[in-house]
């Protein structure tokens, strides 16, 4: 079975500062590991992705996550936030032979104060 | 950049009644999905397709729901008889492979009066 736990729903950053979104994954089999973003009234966009190349993923917007497979974790990083990055963020892992179905952690609602 | 778009982006229905929610994915994509989001919970998986018919669905995917492919470009979600925690917003994705993420449309807000 695979799931996906972010481990806060709310993340407060002041504009500048680093950013950190918890996400912690359980898989039977190695999986493949997803960031989307979600801005008001918008659909999920890709931020990242894993899918068992380099552990350290490069995605849009200056996002990276690192893959951690001793600590089951996929947790992504800015290094300087920026009043768009105000949204919701959701981690997720998905295995191809599970018909590539998505499991989404609840989100991680991320406020970038100026 | 091809789009997963999604019509309508609101629909309002009485209760009872019956809605398509309709997809248009990514041209040359071969799988497609749909989710739903009820407000304040995460995202929910419902159902995948691929070949012309369902590879895998949801519990909460029952025969109140249905998806169909009536052509080459649309993909459709039906719900009969709707009831109140329909409502939702309800996504569609789409994925060329199996090692590809999915791309999402932008969703369809759907009130169940």
């Known amino acids: 079975a695979q799931s996906v736990t972010q481990l806060d729903s709310h993340v407060s950053v002041s504009e500048g500062t680093p950013v950190l979104l918890r996400c912690n994954y359980s898989s039977s089999y190695s999986p493949s590991l997803f960031w989307y973003v979600q801005h008001p009234n918008k659909g999920l966009q890709l931020l990242l992705k894993y899918t068992s190349a380099a552990t350290l993923v490069k995605g849009i917007n200056g996002f990276e996550a690192e893959f951690k497979k001793s600590e089951t974790s996929f947790h992504l990083t800015k290094p300087s936030a920026h009043m768009s990055d105000a949204a919701e963020y959701f981690c997720v892992v998905s295995r191809w032979n599970t018909g590539n179905q998505f499991y989404f952690g609840t989100g991680t609602s991320l406020t970038v104060i100026p | 950049e091809p789009e997963v778009t999604q019509t309508p982006s609101h629909q309002v229905t009485q209760m009872g009644q019956e809605v398509i929610l309709r997809c248009v994915p990514i041209s040359n994509h071969l799988y497609f999905y749909w989710y739903r989001q009820i407000l304040g919970q995460k995202v929910e998986f419902l159902v995948s397709?691929?070949?012309?018919?369902?590879?895998?669905k949801s519990e909460i995917f029952d025969d109140q729901f249905s998806v169909e492919r009536p052509d080459g470009s649309n993909f459709t979600l039906k719900i009969r008889s709707t009831k109140l925690e329909d409502s939702a917003m309800y996504f569609c994705a789409s994925m060329g492979s199996g090692d590809q993420p999915q791309h999402f449309g932008d969703g369809t807000r759907l009130s169940i009066l």
């Open positions: 397709f691929y070949n012309n018919e369902i590879s895998e």
